[in-house]
């Protein structure tokens, strides 16, 4: 199964922009890139997920390279709430499993 | 419509006991999924389901057994519980192709001692 890579952490002012970076190299063609961030004590929760063209939703953007090699998610205005654990995770076409790193702890400063 | 629920929210075992963890959706989702999280790491899916009668196994599947008889529940069992099976538990689902992606419950923490 192909792996992603993710930073440990990251530091983000409050009300600025959040780009978390993830790599994945091995990704394959049919492998969709999923976003879930993990709020403390709490269950993940879905954020985002796209396959080739760049996505937006009312909680963020997924920018994904051209090559699929690597995609950020980019919070536009973090906020207090918005720290939490970040994962990064690739799933085959069916969707049906998922492998979770270790994921981006993200802390928002005020 | 209460989305992914899990019973119990805690549960202490002894070495050797058995127990079911419940999971229970009212989204018609087809896909389930069980994870298991250890403390200061992330999850890991022991076992998964594309439907009712339908089971596979994830990455850490030893001392575990699933079954899906019903579209909404997805039970776990831990056949003979071990310390190393302290972790908390999380069952999550999804609709077939996850438009808006998978619906984790609270979790269930538990604790063999």
């Known amino acids: 199964d192909a792996k992603t890579t993710q930073p440990n952490s990251m530091e983000s002012n409050e009300e600025e922009p959040v780009h978390l970076p993830c790599n994945h190299s091995?990704?394959?063609?049919?492998?969709?890139i999923h976003w879930y961030r993990q709020l403390p004590s709490q269950g993940p929760e879905y954020v985002i997920h796209g396959l080739t063209s760049n996505v937006n939703n009312r909680m963020a953007s997924l920018a994904i390279a051209e090559d699929r090699k690597s995609s950020t998610l980019i919070l536009h205005r973090a906020t207090l709430r918005d720290a939490a654990v970040y994962y990064c995770?690739?799933?085959?076409?069916?969707?049906?499993?998922?492998?979770f790193g270790s994921g981006t702890k993200l802390n928002v400063k005020p | 419509n209460a989305g992914v629920t899990q019973t119990p929210k805690f549960q202490v075992l002894k070495t050797g006991q058995s127990m079911t963890l419940q999971c229970a959706q009212d989204?018609?989702?087809?896909?389930m999924s069980w994870y298991r999280q250890d403390p200061g790491m992330g999850l890991r899916l022991i076992h998964y389901?594309?439907?009712?009668?339908?089971?596979d196994q994830g990455e850490v599947p030893n001392g575990y057994n699933v079954s899906r008889s019903t579209t909404e529940d997805f039970p776990l069992r831990l056949l003979s519980a071990a310390p190393s099976q302290t972790s908390v538990y999380f069952c999550?689902?999804?609709?077939?192709?996850?438009?808006?992606?998978?619906?984790f419950g609270s979790g269930t923490r538990l604790t063999v001692v």
């Open positions: 999550a689902s999804s609709e077939d192709r996850g438009n808006y992606g998978y619906t």
């Open positions: 389901s594309v439907g009712a009668g339908i089971t």
């Open positions: 995770i690739l799933s085959p076409y069916n969707f049906n499993k998922f492998y």
């Open positions: 989204m018609n989702h087809e896909y």
């Open positions: 091995t990704i394959s063609g049919t492998d969709y």
